[in-house]
């Protein structure tokens, strides 16, 4: 079974510049979570999707940082403009449905510095 | 205060060492409790989890919830060198779309 594959896997940007992220969750998962990790720090959650519907945004910064998750299956990430506190791994994750114990399977990440 | 406290390390101990990690949580709502293992440069993967207060056993790892302290455990025994890895403490609370809160994490040396 094919994991949780995100792209790409660095990314080094100035700030005020745009950037992108991609997801694509374990085939069949229905849940999907962008995670952001800050060097030093456990994985904070910005947003979970269950299929295309959002069902928790209430820690994503909506004012520079947006996500879609179109036909709900790959999902993308964006921070527009960045800050400098923004550098962190984003990490992906998706589980078959939301749920207590529904085991999350996490992407690799995607390391983001922002200069 | 975070929801849940981890002493973040780093923790070095000799092969075959018992290790103990541990974690303090504050949110009363927490019922199941877990821990992720995280290599370097990948992403947590879940180790075990645990429901309410009690131990949970998987091989060489012991995971333990005391509810009347808010204190969570792991414990591994026969320590190996690729245990060597950051540890995180999660929970969650007892409804279906709750996210899990996470520690900082515990970053665990195992030297042959």
């Known amino acids: 079974e094919a994991g949780v594959a995100q792209s790409p896997r660095y990314k080094i940007i100035e700030k005020r510049q745009s950037v992108a992220f991609w997801c694509n969750p374990i085939?069949?998962?229905?849940?999907l979570y962008w995670y952001q990790q800050i060097l030093g720090q456990g994985p904070k959650l910005l947003i979970q999707?269950?299929?295309?519907?959002?069902?928790?945004d209430s820690q994503l910064p909506k004012d520079r940082f947006s996500a879609e998750r179109l036909k709900g299956v790959d999902s993308t990430l964006k921070i527009q403009p960045a800050k400098l506190e923004d550098s962190a791994v984003y990490l992906c994750?998706?589980?078959?449905?939301?749920?207590?114990?529904?085991?999350?399977?996490f992407g690799p990440g995607t390391r983001l510095t922002v200069l | 205060q975070k929801e849940v406290e981890q002493d973040p390390g780093p923790l070095s101990v000799p092969e075959g060492a018992i290790v103990s990690l541990n974690c303090t949580y504050s949110n009363s709502a927490f019922q199941y409790f877990m821990w992720y293992r995280q290599y370097s440069r990948k992403g947590p993967e879940l180790l075990m989890y645990t429901y309410s207060s009690g131990n949970k056993e998987d091989g060489r790892f012991t995971a333990q919830v005391d509810k009347s302290s808010k204190y969570i455990s792991l414990f591994i025994r026969d320590s190996q060198p690729s245990d060597s890895a950051t540890y995180l403490c999660?929970?969650?609370?007892?409804?279906?779309?709750?996210?899990?809160?996470f520690g900082k994490g515990t970053r665990l040396s195992v030297i042959a």
């Open positions: 999707f269950q299929n295309n519907g959002v069902v928790d």
């Open positions: 999660a929970s969650i609370r007892n409804s279906g779309n709750t996210p899990l809160v």
């Open positions: 085939s069949g998962h229905a849940t």
């Open positions: 994750a998706s589980s078959l449905a939301a749920g207590r114990i529904n085991e999350q399977f």
